[in-house]
């Protein structure tokens, strides 16, 4: 278990100081793959590198499996780190390396024997498809198999523990799902700790268990991945899963409602019953729903009509159904 207990980093700088993170409170259980989302700037990227202790905090807590890390010894530092692999999104494999020898160069600094070294990495290369390209340079790979390349390395002192630091924010959208579906099956079939690290929610709507979202250094939610793709208490979620402008321009003075799909109704036509029902015609202006589990999660914005009885039919309609919605301001 990784836990963050009133973690502060501070920036000293010539133009003063820069809070990177401020009372960080977290936990990350054994075995889930764990989602740290914000925009640019919000401190995502300096939290995770603070997991490992590449960056120190300043005050605060790193605890691994009950030992408070920050405050151990080098040698049992370093034996630490060994249990904690990492993986950046330049990939950060040495050039003058081939394939096989960037993935034993971890095991190589753990004084491994040679012939077990070799015998692992091969293992490593095996699993993540690149048994054909162990004797291959990185100026030869492609990005997606520069990533794989760095998975197989960070897996390489098998270590309980996975940062992933914005790991497919290089890569196309296809090499991003084959990187992910990889990483979610090494989840499963290793029993990793995952940490992933991004801006995109797409990455952490298709991976995660839970989501903590960070903003201007601090953890404005967390929670399961399904509860707040569905219903975003904080308004940089509610940016992040409903980017502004997503939606078309209402009519002006018109009203409008959020319906919210938390798994319940997935295979219902909603908005067709609800014309059906109640007569009263809406305008979809924004829709988004994502498979989450086996179900449907997410929301969709309806520009309601004018007058009150048809607008009460649709709440009356949609309370009637137990189906969960808000008015939009």
Known sequence: MIELKNLNKTFKTSNGDIVALDDINLTVSDGEIFGIIGLSGAGKSTLVRCINLLERPTSGDVVIDGRVINTLPGKELLKVRQSIGMIFQSFNLLEQRNVIKNVCYPMEIAGMDKKEMLRRADELLEMVGLSDRKKSYPSQLSGGQKQRVAIARALATRPKYLLCDEATSALDPNTTRSILELLKEINKTLGVTIVVITHEMSVIDKICDRVAVIHESRIAETGKVSRIFANPQ?????????????????????????????????????ISELILATKVPVNIMYADTKDIEGKAYGHMILSLPDGESGIEKIFAWLEANNIEYREEV
């Open 234 to 270: 904080s308004e940089i979620a509610k940016e992040l899963i409903l980017p502004k402008g997503a939606e078309s321009n209402p009519t002006p003075g018109s009203r409008r409602i959020r319906i919210i799909f938390d798994g319940s109704e997935s295979n219902m036509p909603v």
